[in-house]
C-alpha cells in the first residue's frame, strides 16, 4: 500500500464548482479510503491558491503528496503507476491530455446520490494540442522537493500562472520531471478566465521571471531566496 496525502486547493461559492468538489472528494475517498484528503481553502486573503497548498501540505503527514485541482478526476492506476515513480523522479505530471466531461455527463454526476463510476463511462473533448498540454491539474510529489523550492510562490494571487511556475522551479531544483501518457477528466462548471482575475498582470510577470530562470540554478535559487512562504 503506498501512503500519500491527497491535497485539494478550493476556493468558491458556486454552487456547480461546490458540486464538483463533492464529486471529486468522494471518488478519490472512494479509491483511496485509507489517505488523508486536505481541502486548501485557508489561503491569504484575497485567497491564494499558492498560500493555501503550502499550509497544506505542512500539515500532510506523508513524503509523498498529490495536488489534486476540485474539478479534476484522474484515474487510480495512473496515480498509483506515478507515486511509484516518484522514486526516480521529483514530480510527476500522471496524464497527456484534458478531457473535459460535457455538461450532461457532469450533471448526472452531480445528481447522484451516492458515489459509484466507474471510470470507463468518463468521456468528452481534449481539450489541448500536443504543443499546449499544462502542467497543472494534478501534480505528485515529493514533500522532500516541495519544500526544497519553497513551494508555490505565494505572491501567485487566485488562480494564474502558479503552476507553470512550481514546475519550473522543481525542474530547475529538484531534476525534470516525468509526464505519463493518459487521461485526466475535468468536471464541467460555469467558467471563469484566467485573465479576469485583477491580479493576472502581476501573476504573468512572476511567471515570466520563473521562465527565464529555467533551467539556471542560481537565478532560480535568487526566485526563491527572496521569497517569504513556506
Known amino acids: 500500500m503506498i501512503h500519500f496525502s491527497i491535497i485539494i486547493p478550493f476556493h468558491s461559492k458556486d454552487p456547480y464548482r461546490k458540486k464538483a468538489l463533492s464529486i471529486v472528494m468522494n471518488y478519490y475517498k472512494t479509491f483511496f479510503p485509507n ?3 486536505i481541502v486548501a481553502s485557508d489561503g491569504n486573503s484575497p485567497y491564494s491558491k499558492s498560500a493555501a497548498i503550502n499550509k497544506a501540505v505542512k500539515k500532510a503527514k506523508t513524503e509523498l503528496i498529490a495536488i489534486i485541482d476540485a474539478d479534476i478526476l484522474c484515474p487510480k492506476e495512473t496515480i498509483l503507476s506515478g507515486l511509484k ?14 478531457i473535459d466531461l460535457s455538461q450532461n455527463l457532469s450533471q448526472v454526476l452531480y445528481n447522484k446520490s451516492h458515489f459509484s463510476l466507474n471510470p470507463s463511462i468518463l ?6 494540442s500536443k504543443k499546449a498540454i499544462p502542467v497543472g491539474g494534478i501534480n505528485l510529489i515529493k514533500k522532500t522537493c ?21 514546475v519550473a522551479a522543481s525542474d530547475t531544483i529538484c531534476g525534470t520531471h516525468k509526464r505519463l501518457t493518459g ?3 475535468h468536471l464541467w462548471h460555469p467558467s471563469k478566465k484566467a485573465e479576469g482575475n485583477p491580479h493576472y498582470s502581476k501573476n504573468h510577470r512572476f511567471t515570466v521571471e520563473y521562465f527565464k530562470a529555467y533551467n539556471k540554478k542560481e537565478e532560480m535559487m ?3 531566496s527572496n521569497r517569504k512562504d513556506v
Not at 515513480?85 to 496524464?95: A, H, R, S, T, V
Not at 516541495?146 to 512550481?166: N, V
Open 85 to 98: 515513480l516518484l522514486e526516480l523522479y521529483p514530480l510527476i505530471l500522471p496524464y497527456n491530455k484534458v
Open 123 to 128: 468521456h468528452g473533448k481534449n481539450r489541448h
Open 222 to 224: 535568487k526566485i526563491l
Open 146 to 166: 516541495f519544500l526544497k523550492i519553497k513551494g508555490f510562490d505565494e505572491r501567485f494571487i487566485g488562480w494564474g500562472g502558479e503552476d507553470d511556475a512550481f
Open 35 to 37: 489517505n488523508e484528503i
Open 183 to 185: 487521461a485526466i477528466y
